[in-house]
Nanobody
């Protein structure tokens, strides 16, 4: 099973940028599709972005499309989430997650990621955006 540790969260102002990092260990990182989710106070955890194990395809929630970019560096066992033009509604705890199974989907043509697709989760990193 993949072990995940997120970092990079913080307090920023609306319009600022942050880059979240997720360091993976304990398994063959490059074999797993990865995702970012977030949970705001009083709300359910929601999907933010995902990248296939090959790194060839990405998918985003409509709320972050055009502002956030997910990427991976398999040589460093790291997945990144670049967040630009942050809004107060982006305030949440952000979680990194690894897919349940290695390999699998290579595109998002027929896959809409949900929490159930992912087995390994990090502890989360807090992102707070002030207005």
């Amino acid at each position: 099973q993949v072990q995940l540790v997120e970092s990079g969260g913080g307090l920023v102002q609306a319009g600022d940028s942050l880059r979240l990092s997720c360091a993976a260990s304990g398994h063959t990182f490059s074999s797993y599709s990865m995702g970012w989710f977030r949970q705001a106070p009083g709300k359910e955890r929601e999907f933010v972005a995902a990248i296939t194990w090959s790194g060839g395809s990405t998918h985003y929630a409509d709320s972050v499309k055009g502002r956030f970019t997910i990427s991976r560096d398999n040589a460093k066992n790291t997945v990144l989430l670049q967040m630009n033009s942050l809004k107060p509604e982006d305030t949440a705890v952000y979680y990194c997650a690894a897919h349940r199974y290695p390999y699998g989907h290579t595109t998002f043509d027929y896959w809409r990621p949900t929490e159930d697709d992912f087995r390994s989760w990090g502890q989360g990193t807090q992102v707070t955006v002030s207005s």
